[in-house]
């Protein structure tokens, strides 16, 4: 008997009450949030540190986020710049985080990096590799991000 014939012989109601439950078990819910994207390359913009766009740059551990980059002042109060892209399966959600002096962090598969992009957490079940990072060069009041 195929498919369809079991599910008639079934009726409306036996039916739905068997494919209910796969539906809500085949939501999407379960998937990591952000978009899977490629590395940044010819990175070369600048940051007006007087725009309200860059505020959180104004303390030790803000970031923010431009041209799929994330662009933070260290917990030093360097200003460092890395890509949001994560090594692991490119997903586009690494940001700095105030952990262990200052890392950057996708949330997605738990990759942690080293400010200069190595990788912390580098092991089977996560073999995330460096994390691309970008130059910067301060000027006044408006910061190059570059490669």
């Excluded at 079991?6 to 819910?29: E, I, V, W």
């Excluded at 970031?63 to 586009?92: M, P």
């Excluded at 959600?93 to 997605?108: A, K, L, N, P, S």
């Excluded at 079940?125 to 991000?145: C, F, I, Q, W």
Aim: glycine share 10%; proline share 5%; charged share 25%.
């Amino acid at each position: 008997m195929e498919r369809k014939q079991f599910l008639r012989s079934l009726g409306a109601g036996a039916a739905f009450a068997l494919l209910f439950p796969c539906t809500q078990g085949c939501s999407k819910d379960d998937e990591p949030n952000g978009d899977i994207k490629e590395v940044p390359t010819g990175v070369d913009f600048t940051v007006d540190l007087t725009s309200p766009e860059s505020a959180p740059l104004a303390d030790n551990g803000g970031y923010i986020l431009k041209n799929d980059v994330v662009v933070a002042r260290n917990l030093q109060g360097e200003l460092i710049a890395a890509s949001q892209i994560c090594s692991h399966q490119g997903y586009d959600q690494v940001r700095f985080i105030e952990q262990d002096g200052g890392i950057f962090y996708c949330d997605v598969h738990g990759s942690r990096f080293e400010q200069d992009g190595a990788p912390l957490n580098q092991v089977d079940n996560n073999p995330a590799k460096a994390l691309k990072v970008y130059r910067t060069e301060l000027s006044g009041d408006v910061l190059r991000v570059f490669e």
